[in-house]
């Protein structure tokens, strides 16, 4: 007879198991390139399995099985993946999957379905197409399902960053010169003129080094160009044993080498991808695009904390732009959870207690700074 702990357990490995299929079929649908959409269908059939073994360890105990519902996390994956495609959320889901990979260690029951076993092989696959902003293509699908038969982009990270980068540094900004004592109309100014720089800065920043990036590929595109054409038996031979490192049997690693080289059309692509962990199409995206991006993420967040000195003046101005950077920070803290998986509440209550505590820090320097100077 199973005890109440091991019927929590069984409770929330099936929890567990339902969030990974609902996020499973909604990239699926999502996706566009059908040999993608496969093998996360696919993945969802392993864990449509799980689900029917943990019912069925619920229904030996006597115990209902919950009626389940997506979890917040969940429900937010799944919606930007319906949004903006799967490749939006595959870093996130990388790293939930890393995270999980380990949850069935232990537990004697599910390393007897082989679930373990299972598991980290959606963690590898996982981790393996989030090295790459569309996902697997053409050849490295055929490879990855054959080894595993069961089978990016960074925005979502970037976003949530670059906006707690304007944020907390504004936030910091304003209550340093609220503190030395100015007028609100002061306090405006400079939280503007702080947005504004810290934006430009940021934008800068991300365009050389998106732009210095793509150099740096082009460059080693042209390296390998001129090798292949000059010694393409070594060039060859390079990844064929790339292959077998990845667990591929030599003989079957050198045909499949052959095979993707012979093709003038894809052998270059081919050798970027493996080799140099290039996606020759992109080339590490857009330096204009990440710019952009970046000077508007930095700027929302910077929003915050400059917004009430609008309307408000005084104390009041101050108080209000300390509360609405306070729920802002939290909702930043929450979202980070996206990515890794931790306790939403307990994730924004830190971000919440490192904001508060810079933004003390320069107010009492501004305070200090400021009886100084008086």
């Known amino acids: 007879m199973a005890t109440k702990t091991e019927i929590t357990r069984y409770q929330e490995n099936l929890r567990t198991e339902q969030d990974a299929i609902y996020l499973y079929e909604r990239m699926a649908a999502a996706e566009a390139n059908p040999d993608l959409s496969e093998i996360y269908g696919?993945?969802?059939?392993?864990?449509?399995?799980?689900?029917?073994?943990?019912?069925?360890?619920?229904?030996?105990?006597?115990?209902?099985?919950?009626?389940?519902?997506?979890?917040w996390r969940s429900r937010i994956l799944g919606s930007?993946?319906?949004?903006?495609?799967?490749?939006m959320v595959l870093p996130s889901i990388a790293a939930i999957e890393k995270s999980a990979a380990s949850g069935y260690d232990g537990q004697p029951d599910a390393a007897?379905?082989?679930?373990?076993?299972?598991?980290?092989s959606h963690a590898r696959v996982f981790g393996y197409m989030a090295k790459n902003t569309r996902g697997l293509e053409g050849?490295?699908?055929?490879?990855?399902?054959?080894?595993?038969?069961?089978?990016?982009?960074?925005?979502l990270r970037a976003g949530v960053l670059g906006a707690n980068d304007g944020l907390l540094s504004v936030f910091s900004l304003t209550m340093g010169v609220a503190g030395g004592g100015i007028s609100s109309h002061l306090i405006l100014l400079t939280g503007l003129a702080g947005m504004l720089a810290g934006a430009l800065s940021m934008a800068l920043g991300e365009w050389l080094s998106v732009q210095s990036s793509r150099e740096l590929y082009e460059?080693?595109?042209?390296?390998?160009?001129?090798?292949?054409?000059?010694?393409?038996?070594?060039?060859?031979?390079?990844?064929a044993l790339i292959y077998q490192a990845k667990g591929v049997p030599p003989a079957a690693a050198h045909e499949l080498a052959d095979r993707l080289l012979s093709d003038n059309a894809t052998a270059l692509d081919t050798l970027a991808r493996e080799e140099l962990s290039i996606n020759p199409q992109e080339l590490g995206g857009s330096?204009?695009?990440?710019?952009?991006?970046?000077?508007?993420?930095?700027a929302f967040g910077a929003m915050f904390p400059v917004l009430p000195y609008f309307?408000?003046?005084?104390?009041?101005?101050?108080?209000a732009s300390a509360v609405l950077s306070t729920v802002a920070l939290f909702a930043i803290g929450a979202a980070i959870t996206l990515m890794t998986g931790r306790n939403p509440v307990l994730s924004g209550m830190r971000q919440v207690i490192f904001g508060l505590a810079a933004a003390a820090i320069t107010f009492g320097v501004g305070r200090l700074i400021g009886v100084a100077v008086t």
């Open 311 to 319: 309307f408000l003046t005084g104390t009041a101005g101050i108080v």
């Open 42 to 71: 696919r993945l969802a059939d392993t864990e449509r399995k799980h689900v029917e073994a943990w019912e069925g360890k619920l229904r030996e105990a006597g115990a209902p099985a919950p009626r389940y519902a997506p979890t």
């Open 139 to 155: 050849s490295a699908v055929a490879r990855f399902e054959g080894r595993h038969r069961a089978a990016g982009g960074n925005a």
């Open 287 to 298: 330096a204009w695009e990440a710019a952009v991006m970046s000077f508007f993420l930095f």
């Open 219 to 239: 460059h080693q595109l042209g390296i390998e160009k001129r090798e292949l054409a000059t010694i393409p038996e070594e060039e060859k031979e390079e990844l």
């Open 80 to 87: 930007l993946a319906a949004r903006f495609g799967p490749a």
């Open 112 to 120: 007897a379905m082989g679930m373990p076993a299972e598991e980290r």
